[in-house]
């Protein structure tokens, strides 16, 4: 009889993109699965980044076992590093008795209280962080990366990037197993067909080339570098629109800006996760002006697999990744706006070629970046720690 391995994942709360992983692992006959999170979000602690109260419309708990842990934060949130406190997870490991136990990073007290009781009680632990070794970082964040990452058996790799920073950390290479970020692809591809109610800002106009961004409108997306792109490259060619698809505390402002400069710039709104594949295929090309801060871009993933090419500013964690330059879009550098529309018009004066990248895009995202791929490579570190 097979004998199964006894694992834990620990997160933070339910994700949309952590969902579809949890259960295709769940099906695994050599897997006994169970997810742990700190807090399950009400519509206002939901609400953090993207300007307003809401519920996901889709499922993020069924198809595998978890439990919600007790979570003692004065103010329990998901914006801060002390919203998620529980103590408790030492108890519940104990009690559980897990073989191995997966932690999906470190930005949370929670995870870090996780990696003291995994130490504590001599569970072999798997990381799967977002960091990438584009950001420059003071000597003293640098070691205790090293200090933490060290107290790691395996690490599952979101991308290239991630994969530099674990090394550059002085994590050894066949310890480290590579398990891409990805999006639910199949209910993508599946939901395109379905269609959200017209209005006049998502009437795609005849002979219109559409720029599409959609994330939260906060600091780090940069968004009003897309805006001042547009404005170049709308200067030149007016058979072009923007659509902007999400909220945020920066909303007002960048359509202000946008109003008060005459660009043709539309505004959707929160477009929850049923409506999002219609809502990509109103657009031509995908615009992410991230900073930093952004260490991957999942929805770059979202717009590519709904066939649109993308250009990606070179500081978003998934550019090393998901462009292919000039196949799958293209990358700008950060804070060159004038390259970002060159980028732009050349998209809009090829726009066969712009269609092609599409194409690719959508074969790049679905053939590399899926769930059974992070599987498998969550059951090869799982096989390498347990030999």
Sequence with gaps: MLNKTRLVIIATHPIQYH???????????????????????????????????????????????SECLDNVAENPNLSSFSGIDCPSVYSELKRISPDIVVLTGWH??????????TQRLRIKTIMRGESNAKKQRPWYVRLAHRILLSRCHAFLSIGKSNTQFYTDNGINANAIFNAPYF?????????????ITATPL?????????????????????VKELLTAFQLCYATH????????GDGELKQKLEKEAQSKGLPVNFLGFVNQKSLPS????????????????????????AMVCGLPAIVSNRAGSSD?????????????????????????YMIENQEKARLMG?????????????????????????????
Aim: with cysteine; aromatic share 12%.
């Design 279 to 302: 809502t990509y295929t109103l657009g031509d090309c995908f615009l992410l002006g991230s900073d930093y801060d952004e260490t991957w871009g999942l929805v770059v993933n979202e």
């Design 238 to 245: 007016q058979n072009t629109q923007l659509l902007i698809v």
């Design 19 to 65: 969902a579809p992983w949890f259960r295709e692992l769940a099906k695994k006959k050599q897997i006994d699965l169970t997810v742990l999170f700190g807090i399950i979000p009400n519509a206002e602690q939901q609400s953090v980044g993207f300007g307003k109260q809401f519920s996901w419309d889709i499922s993020l708990r069924d198809g595998y076992y």
């Design 108 to 117: 949370s007290k929670l995870l870090i209280q996780s990696l003291f009781a």
């Design 321 to 345: 990744d998901l462009i292919i330059d000039g196949k799958t879009g293209f990358v700008y550098q950060f804070g060159d706006p004038e390259e970002l529309s060159r980028k732009m018009i």
């Design 359 to 387: 194409t690719r895009a959508r074969e790049h995202v679905t053939e590399n970046y899926n769930v059974h791929v992070t599987v498998d490579a969550t059951i090869d570190a799982i096989n390498y720690l347990n030999n």
């Design 183 to 195: 999006i639910d692809n199949s209910r993508f591809i599946n939901d395109i067909p379905k269609k």
């Design 202 to 222: 998502t009437e795609h106009q005849s002979g219109e080339f559409c720029f599409i961004y959609a994330g939260k409108l906060i600091e780090k997306k940069n």
